[in-house]
């Protein structure tokens, strides 16, 4: 009986000395007694537990107990190991084989004379596994990063060595400069053996990968990549002499760079019968997109404030919807090898990889590279995009994924990838792609969109779109393919549509039926779930398919707005109106002339952007696609000129634009958005109102003038009014 009680004692408490053989034996023996000789003793293992945390040096940094000294240098057995020296380990660690390490700080145990030495990891560019070229002596910092650590990215990815891993001092040259600036001399080493040991290192990339937390990362499965080339932000790594200027490399490759881009629309003429108006110019970023399909890509550009320029298609049907939806687009209706080879070229600002404008090349590496070198070589966008199935990253299609990235960091260009739920950003679908964002030579990186909805909202966050909000206010006589009363019947069970739909949307429609179990989706209801808006046409065949490849143009929207954003950020410039009269610019113009005269219109686009609805200033144009986006967060203003004194807009103007002012931060629903002809009607009645106000205040600056000098009464020179005023002096 003791034995069986000591028997359930110990599986009670658990298995933790089931691997020892004296206690194995004797759970055989129901008579005998078990007694732990153990119980009081310190058993030192040879292993460590299977239950105790790893401790993963190259991974984490282990924070140092106070019983540490940090020194600047150290002597270890003749060799002199200072804080800021490059050095070469005696063998290669981690997944992407780190060989050298920077040095940034040192410590000595207080008592035992221990010494750890912490620093930046470098890998050749060789063991990347294909994503950056094959050249000798060049390496990349690597930076491992948890999403949840709040400590800095140079923090976070020290590298954690002892003295006697390190193998010898070597020569370090951080640039920003293209290769070959800044490489080693080979003259100065007669053989490749002596070039590879001897001669400096030169680093102009950084890789950072992105992990949800320590546990996903200890596992190797990070949630994002980028692969970064270094550029004036990193100027406290680079030499004096080693810092290039980021813009000689962006017009080395793409010549002069338009601020706020070189895309300009002709608004519809308003005649005035008082006085001669022509309407101002629209400057927005320019958007091309190869294999568009049905335009989701193009329609979330052109919901994010970019003017859509190009677009190929091979498909018939799809090239019938897209002409429909961009009638004012240059469509090439070609597969995407055959225009990247032999399309016209044309520099745009961005450009969108579709996931089917590689379909053909995925068994073939290097032509999957020709075909992004030449759209590269044929678009010179500042920025790109690619959509991906996301099996890209699995282990069987890494190679052809690395192939990829390489086709575009040979050239120059910054890239980041990830995998997005797109869910987080209004799709009212649990639909999962690869992402990749690219920088041209010169630029940044921009950020990931914040996600705009979230099961559990902070913020400006909503909540997850649902089935219900998505595509429960259709109806038969307002939207186009939407006849739920022709469809054929099925009998399956209601389901919850408080919720987004638990399926992703392909090409052959839904697995899913609609919510009430007794039909199929309408064609307009799929468009609606891929995130299209209602007013968005398809024609042809093959809707459900050409809906189903579609980018979601909800997404598609968040991520452009993003991009618009920072790309503004770096011009230094808002989205406004260029007058008629003033140069528009060009990618050929020079910097000069672009920038000329510009302060004073900056300002006034500045001053329009920020006015409240009452306000509005005189003589500058309405920015009717920033009143469209108001929710956008407004910039600190520069020093400038004075701005022009503002007019106070009528009551009537006041209430009808108080109405569509908007104030969320977040992207709206496809739904929301407004139409052409809803918004045309709206920038109108702006123009219209800027148009009286013109015509008011001419009117009665007319009747006031009587010689005198109108600066002595800047209030009632300023005010518009409708009826005539009696002047004050006499």
Sequence with gaps: MASIQNYQALNSAGRAFQSDSFIQASEQLDGLTLIDFTADDEVELDHPSQNAPRLNKFLRNRVLEADHWSVEEVAVKEEQYKVGQFVELGE?????????????????????????????????????????????????????????????????????????????RRVLTTTNKSFPHCRFDPVGYSTPEQRETQAPLTCRWKMRLEYKDASQRRAGRHQGQALEHMSEHDSHKIKRRNLGIDKERSQAWRGETVPGGSALSEPDLIKDENMDNIPARVQKYSFAEVSGGAGGASRGAEMGGLTVVLATESCTHACNTYRSNFPDTELYEMEATEFATGGDRRIVDILHISSSALSAAEDDHEAAQKIC???????????????????????????????????????GYSVQWKLVHMVDYGLPQTRKRFIMIGAGPGETLPSWPIATHSLAPTGDQQPFKTEEEAIGGLRPELHSLHNPEELRTVNRSARNADKPLGTTISGGGSVFSHQDGEREFTIRELACLQGFPTYHQFEGSYIKKQIGNAFPPSVAMAFYQSIRQHMENVDGVQLGLLQPDEPAGSPDASSAEVRSDTPVRMAQRREAADATPDEVMPDAPLNAPRIAQSHKPSRNRAAVSPAPPRLTMPPGVQSDMGTRQSTSQTPSPPQQLLTPTTSSRFIAGQRAAALRMKRDRAAYEKMQSDGDDDYECPNASHTPSKRARTSLRR
């Design 92 to 168: 290669s660690v981690g997944e992407h084989s780190t060989e050298f390490v920077e040095i940034k700080f040192i410590y000595i145990h207080k008592d035992t004379g221990d010494i750890v030495i912490r620093g930046l990891p470098y890998s050749r560019t060789r063991n990347l596994h294909g994503c950056l070229p094959r050249k000798q002596n060049e390496v990349c910092l690597i930076l491992e990063i948890d999403d949840n650590d709040t400590r800095a990215d140079e923090e976070q990815g020290l590298l954690e060595i002892r003295p006697e891993e390190i193998l010898k």
């Design 373 to 411: 070198t030449d759209l590269m070589n044929n678009f010179h966008p500042r920025f790109f995009t690619m959509e991906q199935l996301p099996t890209i990253t699995s282990e069987q299609k890494i190679a052809f994924l690395n192939a990829i990235i390489q086709s575009f960091t040979k050239l």
